[in-house]
């Protein structure tokens, strides 16, 4: 359901992207933007950008005025996450999206 898939979401935003240990064990690129996953059909955000440390990232959760977001539903949010669908970026570019991946973990 909406709710499980979005919170699966959450889930791997707090644990599948580049802490600050990930930081300064490898060189990570910098996310250099802001990025914000909302699911439509649960009105969940997230906004993703720059840790205090180069290389890692920071969620928080909500949305800001101006930032690009990706929308889709919950589940298809996580489909993307793990590279499963492509979904239409719409307006966020996508070197962003690139260095996103570069600092996700899947494995």
């Known amino acids: 359901d909406a709710a499980?898939?979005?919170?699966?979401?959450d889930e791997f935003l707090t644990f599948s992207l580049a802490t600050e240990d990930d930081a300064r064990q490898e060189?990570?690129?910098p996310l250099d933007g802001r990025l914000v996953?909302?699911?439509?059909?649960?009105d969940?955000?997230?906004?993703?950008?720059?840790?205090?440390v180069p290389g890692s990232v920071q969620v928080d959760a909500g949305a800001q005025d101006?930032?690009?977001v990706l929308a889709a539903p919950a589940s298809d949010l996580l489909l993307w996450l793990y590279?499963?669908?492509d979904l239409d970026l719409g307006d966020v570019p996508a070197d962003l999206v690139v260095r996103f991946r570069e600092d996700s973990f899947t494995d």
Request: hydrophobic share 45%; net charge negative; proline share 7%.
């Open 4 to 9: 499980a898939a979005a919170d699966a979401v």
């Open 27 to 29: 060189v990570l690129p």
């Open 37 to 42: 996953l909302r699911a439509t059909d649960t």
């Open 44 to 52: 969940d955000s997230w906004t993703v950008r720059d840790g205090a």
């Open 66 to 68: 101006g930032d690009p």
């Open 83 to 85: 590279g499963r669908v």
